[in-house]
C-alpha cells in the first residue's frame, strides 16, 4: 500500500472583497452586487442534499451532500464552509479554526484541499456525491447565534480554487437559523447517507473564539491515508457512543469522543506556559501532575515528572516520565512518591470504565503503583484497584476500608521483560461487579487464588468513579536509570472501541491498537486513525470490540 503525502500544498485561494460580496449575493438572493460572478453553463446544484440537527450534548450536527457529477473523475477539489452572521463572514480552514473576513481582507481558505472525485474515492464507481461534516460541538444551541446561515461548496484544487466555486456557483446553503430550532437527545436525521464518500471536517469553535487547534490532516480517501488521517467505517449494528469528552480535547486538530485520550502531540514542549492545573491540562489533554489525589503539584518538574519527546509508542515517540533520584528525595523527603499524574477527576457513576494505556517499568523490580483508581457509594467496602510488578510478575488488588482482596500475581505467558513497552488494559464493570487486566492482549490470571480473568468482589455495584492516577506511591533508583513511563492513555466509559490489528483473524494478531473516534452512529463511525507502534499501515484490518469480544470490519483501505 502506498504511503501518503499531504496533498493541497498550493497557496491558499485568494478573493478580492468584491468576490466575498458576490458569494453574499448569491447566498442569500440578492440581486446585484459588484463584481458579481455566474456560471458559464447550467449545471445542477452543488448541494444534493443536507440534515442538521442541534444536539443536547454534541451541538450542531449534520451533513451535506455536494454533487460532484459533473466533474471530472481524475480531478482533485478544494472544499469550503462557511458562515454569515450579522453581515460578517467566517470560513473554516484545515486547522479547524474559523478565519473570519473583516472588509480588505480577501484570503478564503479551504476546509480541506485536494481532495478526490468520490468515484475515486472510499465510495467507488458510481459515486458522484461527497459527503461533509458539519459538527460544531461548540455551537449548543440555535439562540447562540440567531440568524447565522451555514454554507458549504468545492471548487478545482488550486490557486483559483474559490474563484471557480463561485464563476461556476459550486456551492449552496445548508441551512439558515431562525434561533428557535428545538435541541434534540436523538439526531438520527443527521445520519450519514451509505455509500457516500464521508470527509468528516474539523470540529472547531465558534467564530471568532480565537482558539488554535493543531493542524488536521487530509482526509482519507480510497487509500491515501496515514497515521493522523481522518477515516469513515460504515458496518450494519455499530451500536452507540456517548461523547465523555467534557474539555472538548483534540487529536491530531479533530475532537474526539473519550473521556480522555491524548499521544503528547499537543505538547510542543516540555512544561507548558503557564505552570498551572489549567496550563498542564491544556498541556497534556486533561491530564495534570498532582501531589495527592486533587492537589496541583506545581513543581512537577522538579520532582521528577517530565514529558519526554522520543522513545515512546507513537509515531512522534512521546511520553509520560517520572524519574525519582536522591537529589528528588532529599527535595521532598515526606512525599516524593506521590507527585504523579491524575488522568481523570470528576466524581460520578459509570457503569463501565475501559482504560487502556502503555507503561514501561525498565528495569524495577518493585515500582510500586504504575496505575490507581478510586470511586465512592459501592456496596463494597473496597473503594480502590491498584496495579504493580513484583520481578516479572505483574499484580493487581482491590483495597478499601476493609483488608482488600488477595491480590494477582501474574501466571505466564503474562510476564514483564525488562525496559519494554506493554500495553495495558483495564476493564471495569460497576454495575456488575467485575473487573480484569490485560497485558498486550493477555489477561492477569492467577490460579493459584482462583483469578481466571473475569474477577468479582473487587468493585462492588453502583461505585461512583473518583478519580484515576497514572502512578502512585512509585520507587526506583533515578541514578541507575530507572524510571516509570507512560504513554498513549486511553479512558472512556463505554467497553465498545474500535481497535486497529496486524491480522484479520482476531486471534492471530501479534498487536493491536486502539482508534479514535470523533463521530459514532450505529451505521458508521468516525476515526481518526491511530498508528500507534505498528511501523507502517499496510496489511492492518479493522475490528469492533465490546469488551474483549471482536467483530471484523474489514481491512484499512
Given at each position: 500500500?502506498?504511503?501518503?503525502?499531504?496533498?493541497?500544498?498550493?497557496?491558499?485561494?485568494?478573493?478580492?472583497?468584491?468576490?466575498?460580496?458576490?458569494?453574499?449575493?448569491?447566498?442569500?438572493?440578492?440581486?446585484?452586487?459588484?463584481?458579481?460572478?455566474t456560471a458559464a453553463t447550467p449545471l445542477p446544484p452543488a448541494l444534493a442534499s443536507a440534515s442538521t440537527c442541534f444536539h443536547a450534548g454534541q451541538g450542531l450536527v449534520g451533513r451535506a451532500l455536494l454533487d460532484l457529477g459533473p466533474e471530472s473523475p481524475d480531478a482533485l477539489f478544494d472544499l469550503y464552509k462557511g458562515v454569515h452572521w450579522q453581515g460578517a463572514w467566517?470560513?473554516?480552514?484545515?486547522?479547524?479554526?474559523?478565519?473570519?473576513?473583516?472588509?480588505?481582507?480577501?484570503?478564503?481558505?479551504?476546509?480541506?484541499?485536494?481532495?478526490?472525485?468520490?468515484?475515486?474515492?472510499?465510495?467507488?464507481?458510481?459515486?458522484?456525491?461527497?459527503?461533509?461534516?458539519?459538527?460544531?460541538?461548540?455551537?449548543?444551541?440555535?439562540?447562540?447565534?440567531?440568524?447565522?446561515?451555514?454554507?458549504?461548496g468545492y471548487g478545482a484544487a488550486g490557486a483559483q480554487s474559490f474563484e471557480d466555486l463561485l464563476a461556476r456557483q459550486r456551492f449552496g446553503v445548508v441551512a439558515q437559523f431562525a434561533g428557535n430550532e428545538p435541541v434534540r437527545a436523538n439526531c438520527d436525521a443527521a445520519a450519514p447517507t451509505p455509500g457516500v464518500a464521508i470527509v468528516p471536517a474539523p470540529a472547531p469553535s465558534p467564530p471568532g473564539t480565537g482558539t488554535s487547534p493543531a493542524p488536521a490532516p487530509a482526509p482519507a480517501q480510497g487509500g491515501s491515508f496515514s497515521h493522523g488521517s481522518r477515516y469513515t467505517i460504515q458496518a450494519a449494528n455499530l451500536g452507540t457512543k456517548a461523547d465523555h469528552n467534557v474539555g472538548n480535547y483534540r487529536y491530531q486538530g479533530q475532537r474526539h469522543l473519550l473521556a480522555r485520550f491524548s499521544d503528547f502531540d499537543n505538547a510542543g514542549a516540555a512544561t507548558p506556559a503557564a505552570n498551572t492545573k489549567a496550563g498542564w491540562q491544556a498541556h497534556l489533554d486533561g491530564i495534570y501532575p498532582i501531589l495527592t489525589s486533587t492537589d496541583f503539584n506545581a513543581l512537577a518538574t522538579a520532582s521528577g515528572a517530565t514529558v519526554e519527546h522520543s522513545g515512546g509508542v507513537t509515531p512522534s515517540g512521546r511520553w509520560l516520565k517520572r524519574r525519582i533520584t536522591q537529589g528528588v528525595r532529599d527535595q521532598f523527603p515526606s512525599n516524593y512518591r506521590l507527585r504523579n499524574w491524575n488522568l481523570w477527576d470528576t466524581?460520578?457513576?459509570?457503569?463501565?470504565?475501559?482504560?487502556?494505556?502503555?507503561?514501561?517499568?525498565?528495569?524495577?523490580?518493585?515500582?510500586?503503583?504504575?496505575?490507581?483508581?478510586?470511586?465512592?457509594d459501592s456496596s463494597n467496602a473496597n473503594n480502590n484497584v491498584w496495579t504493580a510488578k513484583e520481578g516479572g510478575s505483574?499484580?493487581?488488588?482491590?483495597?478499601?476500608?476493609?483488608?482488600?482482596?488477595?491480590?494477582?500475581?501474574?501466571?505466564?505467558?503474562?510476564?514483564?521483560?525488562?525496559n519494554t513497552w506493554v500495553r495495558y488494559e483495564i476493564l471495569a464493570d460497576f454495575?456488575?461487579?467485575?473487573?480484569?487486566?490485560?497485558?498486550?492482549?493477555?489477561?492477569?490470571?492467577?490460579?493459584?487464588?482462583?483469578?481466571?480473568?473475569v474477577n468479582t468482589g473487587w468493585?462492588?455495584?453502583?461505585?461512583?468513579?473518583?478519580?484515576?492516577?497514572?502512578?502512585?506511591?512509585?520507587?526506583?533508583?533515578?541514578?541507575?536509570?530507572?524510571?516509570?513511563?507512560?504513554?498513549?492513555?486511553?479512558?472512556?466509559?463505554?467497553?465498545?472501541?474500535?481497535?486497529?490489528?496486524?491480522?484479520?483473524?482476531?486471534?492471530?494478531r501479534t498487536d493491536a491498537v486502539v482508534q479514535v473516534p470523533t463521530r459514532w452512529g450505529n451505521g458508521s463511525v468516525d476515526i481518526v486513525v491511530n498508528q500507534g507502534r505498528f511501523a507502517n499501515l499496510e496489511g492492518k484490518h479493522l475490528f469492533l470490540l465490546d469488551g474483549m469480544q471482536a467483530t471484523y470490519l474489514g481491512p484499512l483501505k
Open positions: 500500500m502506498a504511503t501518503t503525502t499531504r496533498a493541497g500544498r498550493a497557496a491558499a485561494p485568494r478573493a478580492t472583497v468584491s468576490a466575498i460580496a458576490t458569494a453574499a449575493a448569491l447566498l442569500l438572493g440578492l440581486a446585484a452586487c459588484a463584481g458579481r460572478a467566517a470560513f473554516q480552514n484545515t486547522q479547524g479554526q474559523w478565519v473570519v473576513l473583516p472588509p480588505g481582507i480577501g484570503v478564503v481558505p479551504p476546509v480541506a484541499r485536494a481532495v478526490q472525485h468520490p468515484r475515486r474515492g472510499l465510495a467507488g464507481a458510481g459515486a458522484a456525491t461527497l459527503e461533509v461534516g458539519l459538527s460544531e460541538p461548540g455551537l449548543q444551541g440555535p439562540g447562540m447565534l440567531p440568524g447565522i446561515t451555514l454554507f458549504v466524581r460520578g457513576y459509570q457503569a463501565q470504565m475501559y482504560f487502556t494505556g502503555y507503561v514501561n517499568l525498565s528495569s524495577i523490580n518493585a515500582p510500586g503503583k504504575y496505575y490507581r483508581f478510586y470511586w465512592t505483574m499484580t493487581a488488588r482491590a483495597e478499601g476500608a476493609n483488608t482488600g482482596v488477595p491480590g494477582i500475581y501474574s501466571d505466564a505467558p503474562v510476564r514483564y521483560q525488562s454495575a456488575n461487579d467485575r473487573v480484569s487486566f490485560y497485558a498486550d492482549g493477555k489477561p492477569l490470571m492467577d490460579a493459584s487464588r482462583g483469578y481466571t480473568g468493585l462492588g455495584v453502583g461505585g461512583k468513579l473518583d478519580y484515576f492516577l497514572l502512578n502512585n506511591t512509585v520507587e526506583m533508583d533515578g541514578e541507575a536509570g530507572e524510571f516509570v513511563g507512560h504513554a498513549m492513555p486511553y479512558l472512556d466509559f463505554s467497553f465498545q472501541r474500535i481497535e486497529l490489528a496486524d491480522a484479520a483473524d482476531w486471534s492471530r
